[in-house]
């Protein structure tokens, strides 16, 4: 739910509820008020009656007035108190306000009622309800309105902030620009993120800029150990055992320095190293790849087919190569003997299908590094994510997909 | 056939010459930008195995001057650096090849192998080792003058062997060999086994004898 959208909420809930209690009280008091002023009215009224019994000895004759009756009964008993009444009256669609009263003309006992309509004072009273309500309807609407608009207004600078924090990338040099504002609430955000996002941006370059070193470093010693060992294993003397243990330091080498090699490779892709792109003939560069994989899946007795149309595309040409050279070797790695690789190219997509063993893939973990599903593969766990990051930087969109033990990737763009 | 390995890491150095120094190299060595520089214009080597990082200058200003002094000394760079643009601006420089570090030793030794191969072919482009004869240029091979039916990898496998003679090479370093860094296939040293055992069955088969020896399931070895 949106801000506003709860504020106005809870600011017409608390209006509406104010203002009917408000009205619903005024309603009452009004009432009261005209109710009191008729009742004076029909006080005057019974004085006069009164006095002229007193003088005349006998009651007036009731005139007949459009808003006032006047009756007499007599009464068989005393009747001494007074008594207000609200009513109707027969004949009449007004209520009536009723006044009845005792008095005593001649020894007899009369119940006088005078009855006066309250038809004024009931438009009264609804007309101010209706102000009122009226009122209600526009003071919310008004203030609907005002707040959409002024709120809409304040809190600009928010989203204005909110879209230049959602282009924000870590990995790109660029600094966050927010349209100035006088609020300060605002400023202090923007402040805050500005300090936290160039933190951060810089805290990522050092940790490039250190992962890198660090390869590089790391060639030299691995270069030294590589040359010892196939110094070492020029000795004849060595033993079976001996020769086994060479082997598993061979091994170990092996993938220390294949790792270095892919860390290295991403850093370097991070860092843009490969921004320049020409026009690629992928067709080309598929049919070199199918060449010089030829000989390794006629030795596992994979079978390869191919449909292969013109496609041009602009890519950097080194990660290009990289990029089939992963995709292919991944698909023969995980293929079984006797096993199958599908590879369609069309004008704006790539498919490359393997028959495979292994269980379908976890779409949501299966580029994050050094992530592995089966932890006794002897793969360091960066083929995928090098094949994502490159296809991220080279705009490419990879979609993974698995169907009747074939684990197949579409690269489109 | 002198070899000199212009190296500042001295270990790497050691590794280098050790491997290469046989009966037909002898290997000199400089650690320094320097005295390297002296070398080079004092004598003429077979070829030179040329680090780019030198203290005291950059190898490829060794290489511009061995290409001023019109020097024809094969040149071999080995580098940490594996970029395209790097190796590219090594070769239009006048390197004859490009090793990137870490590599294996047969692998460095059959490069220095091919570069002086080009550089002292003399009208005939061909490796003879015994009854064995590689024609470079067709990429064929002939055993007693028989030609045998190798394939692109067979042949290439024939051709290290034959730069490493004598040598024990790992399964390691012959599929790299094969395959190149890219080719992330080279755990699997099922498809060295099946390589190799194909190149045995057809030399043997064309009447050569069986060089190649498996060494304890690490390597093989090509023994004359």
Redesign the interface.
């Known amino acids: 739910m949106k801000l506003f959208t709860k504020y106005s909420r809870i600011n017409l809930l608390t209006t509406i509820i104010i203002f009917l209690l408000s009205a619903t009280a005024f309603y009452f008091v009004i009432r009261y008020i005209l109710i009191n002023q008729v009742d004076n009215d029909l006080k005057i009224e019974e004085r006069e009656i009164e006095t002229y019994a007193k003088e005349h000895g006998t009651l007036p004759e009731p005139i007949p007035v459009k808003d006032q009756k006047i009756s007499y009964a007599l009464s068989d008993h005393d009747f001494k108190t007074r008594r207000f009444t609200t009513d109707h009256v027969e004949g009449e669609k007004d209520s009536f306000r009723i006044l009845q009263f005792g008095i005593t003309v001649k020894g007899n006992i009369y119940v006088a009622t005078v009855a006066k309509s309250l038809e004024g004072t009931d438009a009264l009273t609804r007309s101010i309800l209706l102000i009122s309500l009226a009122t209600i309807l526009l003071i919310l609407a008004t203030s609907l309105i005002v707040n959409r608009v002024v709120l809409k207004k304040l809190w600009q600078p928010f989203y204005s902030s909110l879209d230049a924090l959602r282009n924000f990338r870590v990995d790109k040099k660029q600094s966050l620009n927010f349209p100035s504002t006088q609020i300060d609430e605002f400023t202090f955000m923007n402040q805050t993120i500005r300090k936290t996002t160039n933190q951060a941006q810089q805290e990522y370059s050092l940790l490039k800029e250190f992962t890198e070193n660090a390869s590089?470093e790391m060639?030299?010693p691995?270069?030294?150990?590589?040359?010892?060992?196939?110094?070492l294993?020029?000795d004849e003397n060595?033993s079976?055992e001996q020769?086994?243990t060479?082997?598993s330091a061979?091994?170990a080498?092996?993938k220390l320095?294949?790792l270095n090699?892919s860390l290295?490779l991403l850093a370097?892709i991070e860092n843009n190293?490969y921004a320049d792109t020409t026009s690629i003939n992928l067709k080309d560069k598929i049919t070199e790849k199918l060449n010089?994989?030829h000989?390794?899946w006629q030795?596992?007795n994979i079978s390869v087919s191919s449909a292969l149309q013109d496609a041009r595309v602009n890519l950097n040409?080194?990660l290009t190569?990289?990029l089939l050279?992963?995709l292919?070797?991944?698909a023969?790695?995980h293929n079984v003997s006797n096993g199958s690789i599908n590879i369609i190219l069309k004008e704006t997509e790539l498919e490359i299908s393997n028959s495979s063993s292994e269980k379908e893939l976890n779409s949501q973990q299966m580029f994050l590094r050094f992530f592995s599903q089966d932890k006794k593969r002897?793969?360091n766990g960066l083929?995928l994510p090098i094949i994502k990051q490159i296809c991220d930087v080279s705009g490419l969109t990879i979609r993974y997909f698995f169907s009747n033990d074939q684990h197949k990737f579409t690269l489109s763009w | 056939m002198k070899v000199l390995v212009i190296e500042d890491?001295k270990?790497?150095s050691d590794?280098?010459c050790?491997?290469l120094a046989n009966e037909q190299f002898v290997c000199e060595r400089t650690l320094d930008f320097d005295s390297s520089m002296e070398k080079i214009l004092l004598y003429d080597y077979a070829c030179i195995v040329l680090d780019v990082n030198l203290p005291g200058g950059s190898g490829l200003d060794i290489l511009k001057e061995l290409k001023n002094q019109n020097k024809t000394d094969g040149v071999l760079i080995i580098s940490?650096r594996?970029?395209?643009d790097d190796k590219v601006f090594a070769l239009k420089t006048g390197a004859d090849d490009y090793l990137t570090?870490?590599?294996?030793?047969?692998e460095l030794a059959a490069r220095v192998n091919a570069i002086i191969r080009r550089k002292s072919f003399d009208g005939k482009n061909e490796v003879i080792c015994n009854e064995l004869k590689l024609d470079l240029g067709e990429k064929n091979v002939m055993v007693n003058d028989n030609p045998v039916d190798l394939?692109?990898?067979e042949y290439e496998l024939l051709l290290y062997f034959i730069s490493n003679k004598n040598?024990?090479i790992?399964?390691?370093?012959i599929a790299q060999h094969l395959?190149g860094?890219?080719?992330?296939?080279?755990?699997?040293y099922?498809?060295i086994y099946?390589?190799i055992k194909n190149l045995r069955k057809k030399l043997i088969l064309a009447g050569a004898t069986d060089y190649i020896k498996s060494?304890?399931?690490?390597?093989y070895k090509f023994s004359i």
């Open positions: 590089h060639q030299t691995l270069a030294i150990i590589r040359s010892k060992l196939d110094l294993i020029q060595l079976e020769s086994k060479m082997q061979y091994s080498i092996e320095s294949r090699q290295l370097k190293q010089a994989f000989e390794l030795n596992q040409s080194e190569d990289i050279n992963n292919l070797s991944n023969t790695r002897p793969y083929g | 890491e270990e790497l590794s280098i050790a491997y940490a594996n970029s395209l570090k870490p590599f294996h030793l047969p394939t692109k990898k040598r024990v790992s399964k390691n370093a395959w860094d890219n080719m992330d296939v080279a755990d699997s099922d498809f099946t390589h060494i304890y399931g690490m390597g």
